[in-house]
């Protein structure tokens, strides 16, 4: 049966989303100060380090970044980097993933060594990478999972990510049960290790966007921005039946964040600011008698007459048709 239902289900994952998430390989290590770390890594696919114990320097790009236990760090491909044992003993292990649009570049190590592709840069996985996989963006993935992360904000160009906030623990217990998974050989082992993976690109998804609306909290001009871009948004869409979900995709941020930062700058929900739009929009086709109401209620943006009807009543104080009757008299 999973025979069958896995290869649809990767095409549904990748009809949705144009590319879908590969484990290349996740390696276990245990360093002490003694020990001889490459000058420099750099390699084809992403990287995630996960530092279950100890410290560490990262030094990526120039940049130096400290890691203590818990720390996840997510480094993009070909980006150079160094790291420096700062305590006795340091145990982590890196998971190293792609994005892949094919399905026959999908399967194990074993599988994906026998590809024609490029062997992999300095200190990274050592298997064959396909040369698919090496330029596929972490956010065209990400867009599957509806969260908003793109190529046109500033987490796309970071070289590095580091992960923070409640979905930490989430992402470090599913990249051991990855790499759990790898080694052992349990029953419908590849479909386990795709479903994990999935999973663990969608927290890492929400991590990311949890940070770029951090950012934002810091950058209040940023995020006045955005809020002007979705009122314009919401002023031409509204007609359409368009949601504040819909809104808060459209700039990148959480439905939640959205809100507050909406009403901060406006005074006003968004949901409210949407019902205001549309019930301005049904009293100017009120006053065209000709037009049912019924009618007016889908031309200003309501999903059904009773919807529109119950709006305008607690908004207005009276049903569209008693505002017609007063509006004709």
Same mark, same amino acid.
């Given at each position: 049966?999973?025979?069958?239902?896995?290869?649809?289900?990767? !095409?549904?994952?990748?009809?949705?989303?144009?590319?879908?998430?590969? /484990?290349?390989?996740?390696?276990?290590?245990? #360093?002490?100060?003694?020990?001889?770390?490459?000058?420099?890594?750099?390699?084809?696919?992403?990287?995630?380090? +996960?530092?279950?114990?100890?410290?560490?320097?990262?030094?990526?790009?120039?940049?130096?970044?400290?890691?203590?236990?818990? %720390?996840?760090?997510?480094?993009?491909?070909?980006?150079?980097?160094?790291?420096?044992?700062?305590?006795?003993?340091?145990?982590?292990? *890196?998971? +190293?993933?792609?994005?892949?649009?094919?399905?026959?570049?999908?399967?194990?190590?074993?599988?994906?060594?026998? !590809?024609?592709?490029? =062997? *992999? !840069?300095?200190?990274?996985?050592?298997?064959?990478?396909?040369?698919?996989?090496?330029?596929?963006?972490?956010?065209?993935?990400?867009?599957?999972?509806?969260?908003?992360?793109?190529?046109? *904000?500033?987490?796309?160009?970071?070289?590095?990510?580091?992960?923070?906030?409640?979905?930490?623990?989430?992402?470090?217990?599913?990249?051991?049960?990855? /790499?759990?998974? %790898?080694?052992?050989?349990? #029953?419908?082992?590849?479909?386990?290790?795709?479903?994990?993976?999935?999973?663990?690109?969608?927290?890492?998804?929400?991590?990311?966007? !949890?940070?770029?609306?951090?950012?934002?909290?810091?950058?209040?001009?940023?995020?006045?921005?955005?809020?002007?871009?979705?009122?314009? #948004?919401?002023?031409?869409?509204?007609?359409?039946?368009?949601?504040?979900?819909?809104?808060?995709?459209?700039?990148?941020?959480?439905?939640? +964040?959205?809100? =507050?930062?909406?009403?901060?700058?406006?005074?006003?929900?968004?949901?409210? +600011?949407?019902?205001?739009?549309?019930?301005?929009?049904?009293?100017?086709?009120?006053?065209?008698?000709?037009?049912?109401?019924?009618?007016?209620?889908?031309?200003?943006?309501?999903?059904?007459?009773?919807?529109?009807?119950?709006?305008?009543?607690?908004?207005?104080?009276?049903?569209?048709?008693?505002?017609?009757?007063?509006?004709?008299?």
């Amino acid at each position: 049966m999973f025979d069958r239902l896995l290869p649809e289900i990767v !095409n549904d994952v990748i009809s949705a989303s144009g590319s879908v998430p590969v /484990v290349i390989e996740g390696i276990e290590h245990t #360093y002490d100060t003694s020990a001889s770390l490459p000058e420099i890594s750099y390699h084809n696919s992403h990287e995630l380090l +996960y530092l279950r114990d100890g410290r560490i320097d990262a030094v990526i790009n120039g940049e130096t970044i400290s890691l203590d236990k818990g %720390k996840i760090l997510i480094i993009r491909p070909l980006v150079k980097h160094k790291l420096t044992i700062k305590s006795r003993k340091a145990d982590m292990f *890196n998971l +190293y993933f792609g994005f892949v649009h094919d399905v026959k570049d999908l399967g194990s190590s074993a599988s994906v060594e026998a !590809n024609t592709g490029v =062997r *992999n !840069n300095s200190a990274g996985p050592s298997v064959m990478i396909p040369g698919s996989m090496a330029q596929i963006p972490l956010e065209n993935f990400l867009q599957f999972a509806d969260l908003g992360i793109t190529e046109d *904000n500033e987490m796309a160009r970071q070289p590095f990510f580091l992960v923070n906030g409640s979905e930490k623990k989430e992402i470090s217990i599913l990249a051991e049960q990855i /790499v759990d998974e %790898k080694a052992g050989d349990k #029953y419908a082992k590849e479909f386990m290790i795709h479903t994990l993976t999935v999973e663990l690109m969608i927290h890492l998804s929400r991590a990311m966007r !949890n940070e770029w609306e951090e950012n934002l909290r810091v950058k209040n001009g940023k995020a006045r921005e955005l809020v002007k871009i979705a009122r314009q #948004y919401m002023d031409e869409n509204f007609e359409q039946g368009i949601t504040v979900a819909e809104a808060a995709q459209y700039v990148f941020l959480s439905q939640g +964040y959205f809100t =507050r930062a909406f009403k901060d700058e406006l005074g006003i929900s968004p949901m409210n +600011y949407l019902m205001k739009k549309r019930i301005e929009k049904a009293c100017e086709l009120l006053e065209n008698n000709e037009i049912k109401v019924s009618s007016i209620a889908v031309q200003s943006g309501f999903s059904s007459p009773q919807r529109f009807n119950v709006a305008f009543r607690k908004l207005m104080g009276k049903t569209p048709m008693e505002y017609r009757k007063e509006h004709m008299k």
